[in-house]
């Protein structure tokens, strides 16, 4: 079951602004980044169902951060189809993010007052996945599908719009900038805050600033 209610993970990816995306089928590795993330601030952390046996990764990450970072919201992402998502349930996902909209999926994790966070790439999914409860929307590949502005055209005619967006966020001034300007209320940040090369060397310090300097950075321009 998740450690968290849907109005504490709404509320966590609210309040800092980003949400670390992340994979990788080496546990301690998983237990590394968590941690580095942890301590540069990240109190949300989305890992993805994207390898074999992701679900054992998950499972002991979900163990780990209940006792090493004890107010970590973690959740699955990468879920597009409802059986999948209430497996992760079971094993503690205290929200589910989607490539895609699958309405199947909000009634299962509606059942267990679970955030559904699905990925959306127009204005029609995202009034209808509001429509089935969600509160939170990703809007992916946000890069793809019109960047800031996409976001901006969207909060005029929709203002009570939550908007996650995934793909094309850099952690840069620039980037971040012209994103938490737009209106989003948090964004997920995958490859670019977590360098191979970094990944590679266990420079799990370098991660910990990247986190830490775009928290600085989301907070100074909200």
Partial sequence: MARFNKL??????RATGMVPVFYHADLTIAQNVLKACYAGGVRVFEFTNRGDFAQDVFAALVKYAAKECPEMILGIGSIVDPATAAFYLQLGANFVVGPCFNPEIAKVCNRRLVPYIPGCGSVSEIGQAQE?????CKVFPAGNVGGPSFVKNIKAPMPWSMLMVTGGVEPTQENLNAW????VTCVGMGSNLFPASVIAAGEWDKITALCRESLDIIRAVR
């Fill in 8 to 13: 504490q993970s709404i509320e966590a990816m």
């Fill in 132 to 136: 089935v409860g969600c509160d939170v």
């Fill in 180 to 183: 938490i300007k737009a209106g």
